[in-house]
C-alpha cells in the first residue's frame, strides 16, 4: 500500500554485547549484524535510495528513457508551475484524499470498536480483512462491472428502485467519489485491525474507573478511549494518507484520468507523462515534487498530532 | 595496471554498444528461434499457422509468438527496449512508429527489400508508402488495413421501416446532418416507445440509441467521427505522413464536431459518460444501439453475436458528394537490437508475402495487404455469410484518407483525449478546441 509501511521495522543491530570481551568478539558480532541487516539494507538501496537518486537526476533533465538524458536544469520545474493539468491532478487527488481518509478512518474506528466489544469471533473478525486480501486491480475491475452504466448490477438494483441510473465511474460528479469509496471498503478493514490493536493495549482497568465515576459510554469513548488511542491512530494516518496520495491501480484499470480530467490524480498524471508520453524527465519531476508533498504531510502529521508520545506514560 | 583498466572499460563500453546494432555473426543471426509479438488475440490462430508453415519451410527457424492486449502493449514495449527483451519482430501501428523510428529502435530494410526483390506494387495502394520515414527510409512490410463501416441491427431497420437500400445512400451534412440524422433519429425509441423524430419524444429516457457511442475520439476520431469529419474537405493535419501542425482549430471541423455532440444532446446517442466501462460492440448486442460506426477489424465481433442479425452499410456521403473513411494499416517491423538480424528479415518478408497473407485472409479476421490476399478474404468473409464491400468499396473508389502520421503523437493523443472527451460530453463548445490546438501545434516548435 505504501512505501513506508514496507519498511522492516528498523532492525535493531544485534544487542551490544554488556561485556566486551575483546576487539575480535566485536567485530564478530558487527559481522553477524551485517548479515541480518544486509537483506533489507540491500533491498533498501537498491529498490529505495538509488532509484530516489535517480529520479531527482532525472527531473533535472529531458529524458525520453530510448535515447540519453539531457540535462536541462529547472526548465521541468518552471513547466510544470505552469500546467494547469498538474494543478487539476494536485486539487483531484486533495479531494480523493479527503473523502477517502475521512470515510476509512471514521469506519475503521466503528469496526475496531465493533471488534474489540461485540464481535469477539476470530472468523468475523478474520473476515473484515478479505477486501484487503485481494488484489487492487481485481477489487477495482469487480467494483468497475458491477457500477456501470448499461450492464452493472447496482444501477439495475437503483433503477428497480425507482432511481435513475448514476454514472459512477462517467459523470465527473461521481468519479472521485467512486474512486474513493471502493478504496475505502478495501481498506478499511485493515485500519480497523491497526486501531483494533490500539485499543487492545488501553489497560482495562481506566475503564473500571471510569465506569466508578460514573461515566457514560459516549464520555468514556471521548475522553478515554480518544486520547489513548491517539499514537496509534496518528500512525494509521499517516500511513493511509500517504497511501492515499499515491492512489493510482484503481484509476489507471478504470477511468485511466477520465471522464476529462476528473480522475487524473497525481500518481496516475505522472505514470501518463513518463510512460505513456516517454516523457521521464517530466514525469520524474512531478514525482519529486510529491516526495516533498508526502514528507512535508508526515512531519506536519507527527508534529501537531504528537505522534510520538503517548498519554498513558 | 592503469592504463589497461582504462582500455577494458572502453573496450566493454563499445562491446556494450555495438551488442545492440550488430553482435553476432551472420551464421547465427540467420537460424534459432525468433520472437513475435501481436496485440490482436483474433488474428493468433492465423499468424501462427504462418508461423508453423514458415518453420517447415525453413527449418532452421523457429518463431515463438506472444500476444499482448492493445492497453499494456507499447508500454511493454518500450521496457523491452530499454531491458533489451524486445521481440526481434513486432506488429507496428501508424501512430507510433515514427518515434521508435526517431530514436533509433527500427532496423531498416531497405537493403532486403531491394535483394529479396520483394514486390512493392502489389500491396493496396500507399500502403507500402506508409512504412517509408521521415529519414526516407523503410522500417516495415505491411500486413493488413482497415476502414470504417456502419453496423446496422436488422431488426430494428426493419422494425423502424427503413430498408437496406436506404442504409446505402445515407448522406451528411454538419448543419442539419442529413439524412444520417433522419435515420439514427427515428432508429432511437424511448422508454415510451416514442421514436426520437416523434412529438413527445423523452431524451432523458432512452431505451435505444440511433447511434452508438465509443468514445470522444481523442487524436484520430478513427471511428467516431472523422468518417465524418473528413467529408467536408478537412483533414487532421497539414500534411500526411509527417505533418507538423494539426487543424483542429479549422471552424468547419469545429461546426462537425458541434454537431456530433449535439446527437448526445438530441437523446440521439448515448451520453459520453455512460459509455465508461462495457464495450460499445457488446452494447449494441445488447441492443441499446441500432447503428454502430466500427472499424472493419471488427467484423467478426459484430456477426458473432448469437441471436442478432447484423448487416454493414457504407460510411455516408459527405457535403463535397463523397464518403470518407480513415485508411489503417499495420506492419511487421524488426528491432534494431535484434540479433537475429537475418532470421527476422525472413521472417517478416514471409509474413509480407501471399503465403502468410493468404493464410490470414482464408481465416476471414482482417483485410490483408497484398491486393490479391485483399480479394480472397473478401471472398471468404463473404463464404461466413457476411457482405464486406461497405469496407472494401473505399478502397476501390479512393475515398480513403490515412491515419495522421506526425511526431509527438503520444503527446498529441494525451492533449486531445482531454478536449474531445470535454466537446463530446458537452462540457465544452467544439470553439474550445482552438486551445487545445495551440498547445498542440506547440510541441512541433
Not at chain 2, 492486449?69 to 513486432?90: K, M, Q, R
Not at chain 2, 460530453?425 to 498547445?439: C, D, F, I, R, V
Request: a negative charge; aromatic letters at 12%; one cysteine or more.
Amino acid at each position: 500500500m505504501t512505501t513506508l509501511a514496507k519498511h522492516p521495522g528498523s532492525a535493531p543491530p544485534a544487542a551490544a554485547s554488556p561485556k566486551p570481551q575483546g576487539s575480535y568478539r566485536r567485530f564478530g558480532d558487527l559481522r553477524i549484524a551485517l548479515l541480518f541487516i544486509a537483506p533489507a539494507l540491500i533491498g533498501f538501496v537498491f529498490f529505495y535510495v538509488v532509484p530516489t537518486i535517480r529520479g531527482i537526476y532525472l527531473s533535472f533533465t529531458e529524458y525520453n528513457i530510448l535515447g540519453d538524458p539531457e540535462w536541462i536544469g529547472l526548465d521541468n520545474y518552471t513547466a510544470i508551475a505552469k500546467d494547469p493539468l498538474f494543478w487539476n491532478s494536485l486539487a483531484v487527488t486533495g479531494q480523493y484524499v479527503f473523502l477517502n481518509i475521512l470515510l476509512q478512518t471514521a469506519l475503521a474506528l466503528g469496526l475496531a470498536l465493533l471488534m474489540h466489544q461485540v464481535a469477539k469471533s476470530t472468523i468475523i473478525r478474520g473476515a473484515l480483512l478479505l477486501p484487503y486480501l485481494m488484489s487492487n486491480v481485481i477489487a477495482a475491475l469487480l467494483w468497475f462491472w458491477m457500477l456501470d452504466y448499461q450492464i452493472g448490477v447496482v444501477n439495475q438494483f437503483i433503477e428497480w428502485s425507482g432511481l435513475p441510473r448514476i454514472a459512477f465511474f462517467g459523470s465527473e460528479e461521481w468519479a472521485i467519489p467512486t474512486q474513493a469509496l471502493i478504496n475505502t471498503w478495501r481498506h478499511m478493514g485493515y485500519t480497523a485491525l491497526l486501531i483494533f490493536a490500539g485499543l487492545q493495549a488501553i489497560p482495562g482497568h481506566v475503564y473500571e474507573v471510569a465506569k466508578l465515576d460514573g461515566a457514560s459510554a459516549f464520555q468514556t469513548f471521548r475522553k478515554i478511549t480518544i486520547p489513548l488511542l491517539r499514537p496509534v491512530l496518528v500512525l494509521v494516518l499517516v500511513v493511509t494518507v500517504i497511501g492515499s496520495f499515491q492512489v493510482f491501480d484503481t484509476v489507471a484499470v478504470t477511468t485511466a484520468g477520465g471522464p476529462v480530467n476528473a480522475t487524473r490524480v497525481i500518481q496516475y498524471y505522472i505514470y501518463q507523462r513518463a510512460f505513456t508520453e516517454s516523457d521521464f524527465g517530466y514525469g520524474s519531476a512531478i514525482a519529486v515534487i510529491l516526495f516533498l508533498i508526502l514528507a512535508l504531510v508526515a512531519f506536519i502529521q507527527m508534529k501537531f498530532l504528537k505522534g510520538n508520545e503517548s498519554d498513558l506514560d | 595496471m592503469k592504463k589497461s583498466l582504462g582500455a577494458v572499460a572502453v573496450a566493454a563500453a563499445v562491446a556494450l554498444s555495438l551488442s545492440a546494432c550488430s553482435g553476432s555473426s551472420s551464421e547465427e543471426a540467420a537460424k534459432g528461434e525468433i520472437s513475435y509479438w501481436l496485440w490482436d488475440a483474433n488474428q493468433l490462430p492465423a499468424y501462427q499457422q504462418c508461423a508453423d508453415d514458415f518453420t517447415k519451410a525453413n527449418p532452421d527457424i523457429t518463431v515463438k509468438i506472444t500476444q499482448r492486449g492493445w492497453d499494456d502493449y507499447w508500454s511493454t514495449l518500450t521496457n523491452g527496449f530499454v531491458g533489451g527483451t524486445a521481440p526481434d519482430v513486432f506488429t507496428n501501428h501508424l501512430g507510433r512508429y515514427g518515434e521508435l523510428a526517431e530514436n533509433n529502435q527500427l532496423l531498416a530494410i531497405d537493403d532486403a527489400v531491394e535483394k529479396d526483390k520483394v514486390d512493392l506494387s502489389a500491396y493496396n495502394e500507399g500502403l507500402a508508402d506508409l512504412w517509408v520515414g521521415q529519414d526516407g527510409k523503410r522500417y516495415g512490410l505491411p500486413k493488413d488495413w482497415d476502414t470504417i463501416g456502419l453496423f446496422y441491427n436488422k431488426g430494428m431497420l426493419a422494425g423502424a421501416g427503413i430498408t437496406e437500400d436506404q442504409m446505402k445512400d445515407l448522406t451528411w451534412n454538419p448543419e442539419d446532418g442529413g439524412t444520417y440524422e433522419k435515420v439514427i433519429a427515428h432508429l432511437t425509441v424511448d422508454k415510451n416507445g416514442k421514436r426520437g423524430d416523434e412529438p413527445g419524444f423523452d431524451k432523458n429516457n432512452v431505451d435505444v440509441y440511433g447511434l452508438g457511442l465509443n468514445g470522444g475520439g481523442d487524436s484520430s476520431g478513427q471511428t467516431e467521427w472523422s468518417y465524418l469529419t473528413n467529408t467536408t474537405g478537412w483533414s487532421h493535419t497539414d500534411n500526411n505522413p509527417w505533418g507538423t501542425k494539426y487543424n483542429y482549430d479549422d471552424p468547419k471541423f469545429q461546426e462537425s464536431m458541434d454537431w456530433f455532440a449535439g446527437l448526445a444532446e438530441k437523446g440521439y446517442m448515448p451520453k459520453l459518460e455512460t459509455t465508461v466501462g462495457a464495450a460499445m460492440a457488446d452494447t449494441f448486442a445488447a441492443g441499446k444501439s441500432a447503428i454502430n460506426a466500427h472499424g472493419s477489424w471488427m467484423i467478426g465481433q459484430y456477426t458473432g453475436y448469437k441471436g442478432i442479425e447484423v448487416g454493414i452499410a457504407p460510411t455516408p456521403v459527405g457535403p463535397e458528394g463523397e464518403r470518407a473513411s480513415m485508411f489503417n494499416g499495420l506492419a511487421d517491423s524488426i528491432w534494431a537490437g535484434t540479433e537475429k538480424k537475418d532470421a527476422a528479415i525472413k521472417w517478416v518478408e514471409y509474413l509480407a508475402s501471399a503465403d502468410c497473407q493468404d493464410v490470414v485472409a482464408s481465416n476471414a479476421v482482417v483485410f490483408p495487404a497484398l491486393k490479391a490476399s485483399s480479394d480472397k478474404a473478401a471472398e471468404a468473409f463473404k463464404a461466413k455469410g457476411v457482405d464486406v464491400t461497405a469496407f472494401t468499396e473505399h478502397v476501390k473508389d479512393k475515398t480513403t484518407f490515412l491515419y495522421p502520421i506526425t511526431d509527438n503523437t503520444a503527446k498529441v493523443k494525451g492533449i486531445m483525449e482531454t478536449a474531445m472527451d470535454a466537446v463530446v460530453s458537452g462540457k465544452a463548445p467544439a470553439s474550445s478546441l482552438t486551445q487545445a490546438n495551440e498547445q498542440v501545434n506547440a510541441l512541433f516548435k
